[in-house]
């Protein structure tokens, strides 16, 4: 039994955490993204969750930097590889050759600044269908069992509250 609430209490406060961790993040302009391709192999793998500074200027940009923008509606994490007076040249570390269009400050959405390997293979499933019961299904459990556990800890103090009273009145 101790184990059973000791794995739920981990669990919680895994849960917890991370929530709070991403809102932390996400009220200060970083937001996470999966990455979808190979392109910046071998540093950024396929599946690698990015985060992105959204406050980042786009003035402050280097070359060598990796950065988010916006191309064709979707959502590119590339290097720059050359900075001119119309913009940057971008270039996925995995591709031969420079990316065909220019990030402006239009379409330049921030900077990465850090990244967890195989995360966003979790987030994916998440936001599956599968993955959003499985998901729901485990918080329903771990509220449904921590409710029952914790009724059963109540009645066990008020138990041990009512013998400690008896015991002074002895």
Not at 40 to 68: Q, R, V, W
Not at 82 to 88: L, T, Y
């Amino acid at each position: 039994m101790k184990i059973i609430k000791g794995l739920i209490n981990v669990l919680t406060t895994l849960i917890i955490v991370v929530g709070v961790i991403f809102i932390g993040l996400y009220i200060c302009g970083i937001t996470p993204y999966v990455v979808l391709s190979g392109s910046m192999e071998p540093t950024i793998k396929t599946g690698s969750l990015c985060f992105i500074n959204k406050h980042a200027k786009y003035e402050d940009t280097k070359e060598k930097d990796i950065i988010a923008f916006k191309s064709n509606g979707t959502l590119v994490t590339h290097r720059v590889d050359e900075i001119n007076d119309d913009g940057f040249v971008t270039k996925g570390d995995n591709n031969d050759n420079q990316d065909g269009s220019l990030v402006t400050k239009d379409n330049f959405v921030g900077k990465n600044i850090f990244w967890i390997p195989k995360a966003g293979y979790v987030i994916k499933l998440i936001q599956s269908t599968k993955g959003k019961i499985i998901f729901g299904t485990c918080v329903v459990l771990l509220l449904a069992t921590g409710l029952l556990f914790g009724e059963d800890k109540k009645k066990k103090s008020k138990e041990e509250k009512e013998s400690l009273d008896e015991d002074k009145d002895k």
